[in-house]
C-alpha cells in the first residue's frame, strides 16, 4: 500500500510542477528562475517531455511499476502536447518583408555578438531588405559608423547613435541607425546603467523625433535572466514597457524575454507597455531567435520587432539564413505600416 501511496504522490507532484512550468504566469512565476529559463525554452522542453514519455513505457514493461510508468508518460505526455499547443497557436510563419511601401517602416535587429558578423555583412542585410532602422545590441560606434558608410554608399544613407557603458566589452554598447527619412532624432536615454534612464547592465538607446513628428525608435538590450541578474532583468522589463507607454512608439532588439515573460508588463491590449509584438501579430512567435546552434524550433524567441497600436504588422520574419554568419542571434525584420 505505502509503495502505491508514495507513487501516486510522485505523480501528482509531477503533474503539479509540469503544469507551473507549462504556463506560469497563471501562478505569477513566469519572471521567477527556473520556471522563466523553460518557459524560454518551449521547443526544447516539449522534445524533453518526449523524452520521458518513451522512457517511462520502457519502464511500463515491468509488471511491478506499469501502473505508475503509465501515469508519468501520461504527465509528460500532456505537458509535450502543451508546449507545442502553445508555439503552434503562436505560430511559425512569417511573411517576407523585403517590400514595404508607402508609410511604411521597416526595423532590422540583429544583436552581432560583439560585433561578429562584419559591417559589410550587415549593409548588406540592411539594403537588400530596405531597412529604415537598423538596431543592433552588442555594437559600438565605430562599427556603426562603418555600416552607415557601407549603406550610404548603397544609396541608403543613415544617422547613427550609440549607447555605451564602457569601452571594456562589446555587449555594453547598443548602436541604432536610423534613416534621414524618418527625419532627426535626438537620443534621450541616459549613458548610465539603471532606471530611470536607461536598462540596467547592458545599454538600450531611446530616440526621439527632434519636431515631435515620428515615432519613439527603442533600441533595446535588457540582460539575460542569468541568476546574479535576475532582479536587474525583472527591471529591465518594467522600464521597457514604460518607454512604450506614449501613443507612437517602436521597440526592437534583445529583449531577452518571450512572450511568457511579459505577462503582467501590457497596458491597453499591449504585450509590453502599449507595444504588441510583431511576431505574435504575423503568426511567427514561435520562431526561436536564439541560439544559432539549436534549429529554430528549439530555441528562444528573444529578439522582437514591437509597436504601438498606431503601426499595422505588414510583415515579420526570422532570417534563419545568416546562422553561420557568427553570431548567436539570429536577425529579425518586420514591415510596419502606419495606419
Known sequence: MLPRILGWAIVLGTAVVA????????????????????????????????????????????????????????????????????????????????????????????????????????????????????VLPETTEPLGEQVAIAMREGGSPMWVHTQAYDDIAKARSTTILISP??????????????????????????????????PRIVAVHAVAPIRWELRNWRSDLDWLAEQCAGENVIMAGDF???????AGHGADGGDLGRCTDAAAQASAAGVGTWPTDVPSFFGSPIDHV?????????????????????SDHRPVISTLIAE
Open 19 to 134: 503544469l507551473i512550468l507549462l504556463w506560469p504566469q497563471a501562478f505569477g512565476l513566469q519572471n521567477q528562475w527556473v520556471a522563466a529559463h523553460v518557459v524560454a525554452l518551449r521547443g526544447t522542453a516539449a522534445a524533453g517531455g518526449i523524452v520521458a514519455v518513451i522512457l517511462f513505457l520502457l519502464l511500463a514493461l515491468a509488471r511491478p511499476v506499469r501502473v505508475f510508468a503509465f501515469a508519468m508518460a501520461a504527465v509528460f505526455a500532456l505537458f509535450a502536447i502543451g508546449n507545442l499547443a502553445v508555439l503552434t497557436s503562436r505560430g511559425f510563419g512569417g511573411a517576407d518583408a523585403a517590400t514595404a511601401g508607402p508609410g511604411s517602416v521597416t526595423v532590422l535587429s540583429w544583436n552581432t555578438l560583439g560585433e561578429v558578423p562584419d559591417a559589410s555583412t550587415i549593409a548588406s542585410l540592411a539594403l537588400e531588405r530596405g531597412a529604415d532602422v537598423v
Open 181 to 214: 527619412e524618418l527625419g532627426d532624432y535626438d537620443v534621450v536615454s541616459a549613458d548610465v546603467p539603471g532606471p530611470p534612464g536607461n536598462t540596467n547592465t547592458l545599454p538600450s538607446v531611446v530616440a526621439d523625433p527632434v519636431n515631435g513628428d515620428g
Open 306 to 326: 514591437m509597436a504601438t497600436p498606431n503601426w499595422r504588422v505588414e510583415a515579420f520574419e526570422v532570417l534563419e539564413g545568416y546562422d553561420d554568419a557568427g
Open 256 to 262: 531577452n524575454s518571450t512572450l511568457d515573460h511579459f
